[in-house]
């Protein structure tokens, strides 16, 4: 493979290893975001893997992520108070960040911040924590999207890793974990001014998965945002919204126009269109 490509370009290369990436490793919904927003970024986050420094909003979600992991693995949840949840969101947290590469000085920014809004979590998602069912957590689940439209026994796998999914034995709960405030329906669904509906397209693509498991494919299934910043009134609603054979369909076509601008190669000509995308800064950069 080295010597074969030692006499390709560079953009030769890169298309290469974007089928190849795609076809082995397969798609992630953060990748197909990624392509959505600027085929350059897709390119260099999710081909290329540039390495990102780490944030201090990052290390936050990761906390928060294991800390509710935690607790529901825990046999003990059923039985534990908001102030007992609170206590698990704090030691987790602590330990997840000590974990970073973060400084010192940020290190405590983050555990203060966790500190400050621990209480108001563990109280408003205490009733969350102790839904009855089989509890998965980190779920991964993974199926194949055919893109023959592009070319013939062409198969992507595509993937994900579910934050929590809740088996009650009539439906499947799927909930997905947002570091951040509350945002409207139509903030949700990019319905909005400064919105890109990623999250919404993020529960279709869940949603496509729980579908293509053998498990579940004939149950039921619920597609939910949990939103762990408090908000001003101090809530962290859970936003459940309905997927339709349309979002679906929609999502797949998405899928379908990733693969066709990687194997027609248009998506090296391609751009984003707004002014100052540091990633097509990048690759307008290389081509001259």
Known sequence: DRDINRG????????ALAKELLMKNGLSVTALNHFLECPNKFIYESILKMPQAPSISSAR????HEALSHIWMSEERFILDKNEIEKEILSVGESSIEDTFLSKKDKELVMNDIREDAPIIARELEAHLKTKGTVYTEKWLESIHSVSSVEAGLYIPIHGKLDTVIDTGEVVQVYDYKSKQAMSINEIKGETKNSN???FRQL?????LVLANPKWKLKK???SLVFIRPDKKERCPIITLEVSKADIDKV???????AKAVWSGEILKSTCGKDGCEYCSVRALLKH
Do not use: R
């Not at 390709?8 to 298309?15: F, G, I, T």
């Not at 279709?204 to 496509?208: H, L, M, T």
């Not at 797949?252 to 990733?258: A, G, H, P, V």
């Open 204 to 208: 279709v693509f869940y949603k496509i």
């Open 61 to 64: 979600g990761t906390a928060m």
């Open 221 to 223: 299934s619920t597609e």
């Open 197 to 199: 509906g990623d999250y």
């Open 8 to 15: 390709m370009s560079y953009d030769s290369k890169v298309l």
């Open 252 to 258: 797949n076509t998405e899928i379908d126009s990733l």
